[in-house]
């Protein structure tokens, strides 16, 4: 036999770390909409986990939006500071949609995750009602372009459909090792 190849090959360097992520939220949607006004904002209570380190996205259930309005994710605290917005977005259909926020949170505070439209009447937040006492909000008039600390009601008989990506602290999976021996032919 002829040996064709020996050799060692240790993987000192993942082959691939990656980011873990773990989500806290809103996941089970309603069946019911709601309709946004005009630079309105509406947000849910959701107290971040123990491991919680970094905001990565927000998810959110949505109805068809039947007009160009845009929409922004956003997230304020429980007592209505502003904390940060995505990027605006168009979305159209019924489903899931997702916008990217980055965020350091703190484990144990709520937050409040949620939507603000851009135009009147046309986007359809999804929502699910909660047995009582909902821990959603709402401002009836912020500024879609540039949000600032809002003035909250409680809305009492709903949960909006949204949820939170987030790094947990550790933050990446286990690194992959191993290595390759000898053969021969």
């Known amino acids: 036999m002829r040996r064709i190849a020996t050799f060692l090959l240790a993987l000192l360097l993942p082959l691939t770390a990656q980011a873990a992520t773990e989500y806290f939220g809103q996941f089970a949607t309603g069946g019911n909409a709601d309709n946004l006004n005009a630079n309105q904002l509406l947000c849910s209570l959701f107290t971040a986990p123990a491991d919680v380190q970094t905001l990565n996205s927000l998810s959110y259930f949505s109805q068809a939006v039947t007009t160009s309005g845009q929409l922004k994710g956003i997230v304020f605290s429980s007592t209505g500071t502003f904390l940060a917005a995505s990027a605006p977005f168009t979305f159209t259909g019924t489903g899931w949609a997702t916008t990217s926020i980055s965020l350091a949170l703190t ?51 709903y949960t909006m459909t949204v949820y939170a990506a987030y790094t947990p602290t550790g933050g990446s999976t286990p690194a992959l090792f191993g290595y390759f021996s000898s053969f021969w032919w």
Do not use: E, H, M, R
């Open 107 to 157: 484990a144990g505070t709520s937050y409040c995750f949620g939507l603000i439209y851009s135009a009147g009447g046309a986007a359809n937040g999804q929502y699910d009602f909660t047995a009582s006492g909902g821990p959603s909000k709402v401002q009836s008039s912020n500024n879609f372009t540039s949000p600032t600390n809002a003035t909250f009601s409680n809305v009492s008989n």
